[in-house]
Structures are given as structure tokens and as C-alpha cells.
């Protein structure tokens, strides 16, 4: 009934009235985020540290039942929990989920409700993917026109950008220094860290309306999806103006690795990279680029590589001594289809069930920094989208983050049926029935790009 799995548990004889105390203790001898739950006659914790306390507690929540993750009480009487003892560890240091917050504005509200699924499920990790071609999304006080012309764009591509289709209306939105201190707090006080990305040097065309000179050619915010080929120029006044948009985003998060982009650059120069990646060393912090970097030259040996092409990127950083988050597009991009059929909403990418994700095993699994889902927005226009395409594949993926060991789908599919989605339905949480979706999902007559 636990998600994600835990290293062990064992069932006891019978129930407990459970008042609602736990009994907290700092007195395990094991890794970060390991726990003790011990059920019967009370609920006792043994943690190593902080985050295991509150990990165990997401395990009595999950005991409690479902109705333990609304908002408010709905019924009178005790809580029963079974009698049972769980002893858990995590198995990667990073557990995380990349939310594209620059195709598509996710209000405050939404990413903070975010920051409590992935507490839910033991994740640790939100990449915000800040800014891109389609929006730039901090705001920077040294440079307002990076958000207040850059944060919005007059339509956008309806569908997939072969079809030539577009909206027609204005879309946009950006999070403010102190918007983006709370939600860092708010997650901090989950065990959530906050790792925040700014684009380099391609993805940068936002940037590029606001300020032409930054780029190689001008242009508006783009309103189209894939690549384009605009860059950042690589003089000394242009990345002289990034060093110090990553001195504004330093001061904002506290996270010790900052993420950079470097990926799907047609032309850019890997001198860009590099200095800004210096320049982040410089400042006490670990730069994180996808794995396109790797063909800037010499990066700092504190570099984070995110290997999405594959895994065949991060092999490769492994080797240089980098630490590596493993991402690989055909096990965990959310925002590919999750059926080969005509109801899926946009349908692109190849087809990514939540069982496929749920069979990933990282490669490399004992070298690794950890692994992350990545949900790219160009097709989720509301928060609605975003849940269906996560929910229930991102809790495949905490599970394969999170445990160890032999995984069987039945048993998975079991514990996600009568167990999770519950939970996922006191919460809110819009996801994809595993039947298919509900009519209101479906997208008729949107055009997407099957693979």
C-alpha cells in the first residue's frame, strides 16, 4: 500500500487508534533521508536526519488512507493505522521532476502545489526551467525588460507546429524575486530543493526581444515550438549582461546547483557556456547543463550533466568525474503520448506508458547523482494538461527514484489502483485513468506529431 515501496515492511497483528502524535527521534545510524516507523502501541520514528523524519511521515499519511490527503477532515472518529514497522532509505540522492514554466506560465499557487506532490511521493528535486524562446519568466530587476516584454508572446502554436496553426491570443506571466523566495521556502520546509534554470545561449529568444543586441539576430518572442536557430552572441558584453542576470537568480535560490540550458544550440558557441559556468564556480555553486555541454570543451569538474539524449551523455560525464542526473527522453519526458491511439490529447513523441516508465533502471545506477522526469509544456496550456500528463507516470518514476531491488508491474499496478489513485483523487489531482481518458481529456482535432 506504500509509494514509493519501502526497503522493508512488516505487518504486525491488528490496528491502532492513532491520535495524530509522532514520536520523533534523530537517533539512526544510516544515509540521509533513512527511517524507522515503528506502529504499535503508538508511532515511533527513527530517522537520520530531518528529511527521513518527514519522509516517515508521509508514510503514516499514506497509512492514515486517502482521506488523510484532503484538505480538511471529512469524518468523525479516530484514525486507524495498521500495527507494522518500515524501514526505508532512499536510493538516490537527487528524486526529482523538471517543470517547464517558460512555454507555458504555471501560476504561484500551482507551482506550490507541485512542491507538495512531489513531498507526497519522496521526490526531492523541482528543475524550473525559467526561460526560453516563449517566455522568460524571472523577473530581474538590473534588466525589467527581460520579463516585462519577454514574459509574453501574442499567440501560440496550436498543436503541433507542422500543422502552421496558431492561437491568436496573448500569452504570459512571470514570477517575481519574492514570488520565487516563497515557493523556495515552502519547498525547503518539504525537503524539496529548487533548482533553477536559465537557458544558454540558444533558447534565449525572449531574452533576444527584449534586448536585440543580445542576439545574433533580433526578433519577437517566438510563437512557434521546436528550435530556433537565433543564439546569444558570445562577446564580452552579452555574457558581462548574463553574469549578472545569474548574480540576480544566485541571490534568489540558495540551491547549490544552477542550471544553465547549453542544449539544441544550432550554432552556438561553447565559450558562452563555459564562462557562465566559471562564473557560477566562482560564485560557491555547481553548474547543471544538459548534456550538449559536454561538447563546449573543459567544463568545471562541479558540473551537473542531465543526460537526456539517451544515457549515452551521461556515461560519458561519468567518465570525465561528472556527477550525473540520468533523464533519457524515451523512459521519462511526460510530455510524450501515453497511448498509441486516436483519444490521447496532442499525441507527440513516441508512445511512454506509465509501465515503461515504471521498467526504467538507470544505467549506471550505482555511479549516478540520481534520475528525473521532465515535463516540456509546449502542448500544456493549464494546469488540468500538466496533471494529466504527469499523474500517474510520475508515480512510476518516484518509485524507480526511490527503491531498490527487484519491480514488479502487477504488484506496481496493484498498489497504484487500489491504493495511490485515491490518494490522487482527495487530492485533486487530474491524472490519466489507466483505462484511457475521460472525455473532457480528450483534444479532438488538435494536430500533435506521433513518433
Request: net charge negative; hydrophobic share 35%.
Amino acid at each position: 500500500m506504500i509509494l514509493p515501496k519501502p526497503v522493508s515492511f512488516t505487518r504486525g497483528d491488528g490496528e491502532i487508534e492513532w491520535d495524530g502524535a509522532v514520536d520523533g527521534r534523530l537517533t539512526l545510524d544510516g544515509p540521509p533521508g533513512s527511517y524507522r516507523l515503528t506502529v504499535g502501541p503508538g508511532v515511533t520514528v527513527e530517522a537520520a536526519d530531518e528529511a527521513g523524519l518527514f519522509y516517515a511521515r508521509q508514510t503514516v499519511r499514506q497509512l492514515a488512507g486517502p482521506d488523510a490527503f484532503r484538505a480538511a477532515p471529512i469524518h468523525d472518529g479516530p484514525v486507524r493505522l495498521p500495527v507494522c514497522v518500515v524501514e526505508d532509505a532512499p536510493r538516490f540522492a537527487w528524486r526529482g521532476l523538471m517543470l517547464d514554466v517558460a512555454r507555458h506560465f504555471l501560476p504561484k499557487h500551482e507551482v506550490l502545489r507541485y512542491v507538495d506532490l512531489l513531498a507526497a511521493h519522496k521526490l526531492n528535486v523541482l528543475h524550473l526551467h525559467l526561460t526560453d524562446d516563449q517566455g522568460w519568466r524571472f523577473e530581474s530587476r538590473r534588466f525589467p525588460r527581460l520579463h516585462e516584454v519577454g514574459g509574453w508572446r501574442p499567440s501560440s502554436r496550436y498543436g503541433d507546429r507542422r500543422s502552421g496553426g496558431q492561437t491568436g491570443r496573448p500569452h504570459g506571466g512571470y514570477y517575481t524575486q519574492d514570488d520565487l523566495r516563497e515557493v523556495v521556502a515552502y519547498a525547503a520546509a518539504r525537503h524539496v530543493t529548487v533548482v533553477p534554470e536559465i537557458d544558454i545561449p540558444g533558447h534565449s529568444q525572449a531574452a533576444i526581444a527584449a534586448y536585440p543586441e543580445l542576439g545574433v539576430s533580433g526578433g519577437g518572442v517566438w510563437t512557434d515550438w521546436g528550435v530556433n536557430p537565433n543564439v546569444l552572441k558570445a562577446d564580452e558584453v552579452t555574457v558581462d549582461f548574463y553574469r549578472q542576470v545569474f548574480d540576480e537568480l544566485l541571490d534568489v535560490f540558495p540551491s547549490e546547483v544552477i542550471g544553465l540550458g547549453g542544449d539544441e544550440a544550432e550554432n552556438g558557441d561553447g565559450r558562452f557556456v563555459r564562462r557562465i559556468a566559471q562564473h557560477l564556480v566562482d560564485r560557491g555553486r555547481r553548474p547543471h547543463g544538459w548534456d550538449e555541454v559536454l561538447a563546449a570543451g573543459p567544463l568545471p569538474s562541479s558540473t551537473v550533466i542531465a543526460s537526456w539524449r539517451g544515457e549515452e551523455g551521461g556515461l560519458a560525464a561519468l567518465d570525465r568525474g561528472h556527477d550525473v542526473v540520468m533523464c533519457p527522453d524515451r523512459h521519462v519526458y511526460l510530455d510524450y503520448r501515453q497511448a498509441d491511439g486516436p483519444d490521447e490529447p496532442i499525441p507527440v513523441g513516441t508512445v511512454l506508458r506509465w509501465e515503461d516508465v515504471y521498467a526504467y533502471e538507470p544505467a549506471a545506477a550505482d555511479r549516478v547523482l540520481g534520475a528525473q522526469a521532465n515535463l516540456w509544456s509546449e502542448h500544456l496550456d493549464s494546469p488540468r494538461r500538466v496533471d494529466y500528463a504527469v499523474f500517474p507516470r510520475l508515480c512510476a518514476l518516484a518509485e524507480v527514484a526511490w527503491s531498490t531491488g527487484p519491480r514488479d508491474v502487477e504488484e506496481f499496478r496493484t498498489r497504484l489502483t487500489e491504493h495511490h489513485l485515491p490518494r490522487l483523487d482527495a487530492l485533486g489531482v487530474e491524472y490519466r485513468p489507466l483505462s484511457g481518458p475521460h472525455p473532457w481529456q480528450k483534444l479532438p482535432g488538435v494536430p500533435g506529431f506521433p513518433r
